[in-house]
């Protein structure tokens, strides 16, 4: 079983920042496939991010909307995951979730029914 808690969340201004950590216990980490979602109230959960990790190399993905603003890394003595969000819109606001899956290779696995854990999830909240 793998558990997975988020932290990181909180209010802030359009333009400011925010990282988020998701970490995780359980099964080894470093063959971990891990990605950030994210749901607003009445949408579905929409994919963000991305990264695998397989000897020394990483792997990272990024939605559309989040590239060049959002960075994804992981530290696997750490057994954590990171978000760094910089130049926050309105439009980021949402329930931030961490997700894992294991036995994947490869990058943009942006499906979240393909990730079998998921943490409870951050509130992030952008104000205008």
């Known amino acids: 079983q793998v558990q997975l808690v988020e932290s990181g969340g909180g209010l802030v201004q359009a333009g400011g920042s925010l990282r988020l950590s998701c970490a995780a216990s359980?099964?080894?980490?470093?063959?971990?496939?891990m990605g950030w979602f994210r749901q607003a109230p009445g949408n579905e959960r929409e994919f963000v991010a991305s990264i695998s990790w397989n000897t020394g190399t990483t792997w990272a993905d990024y939605a559309d909307s989040v590239k060049g603003r959002f960075t994804i890394s992981r530290d696997n003595a750490k057994r954590t995951v990171f978000l760094q969000m910089n130049s926050l819109k309105p439009q980021d606001t949402a329930v931030y979730y961490c997700a894992a899956v294991f036995g994947v290779l490869g990058t943009g696995l942006s499906d979240p029914d393909k990730y079998d854990y998921w943490g409870q999830g951050t509130q992030v909240t952008v104000s205008s």
């Open positions: 359980g099964r080894a980490f470093s063959s971990s496939y």
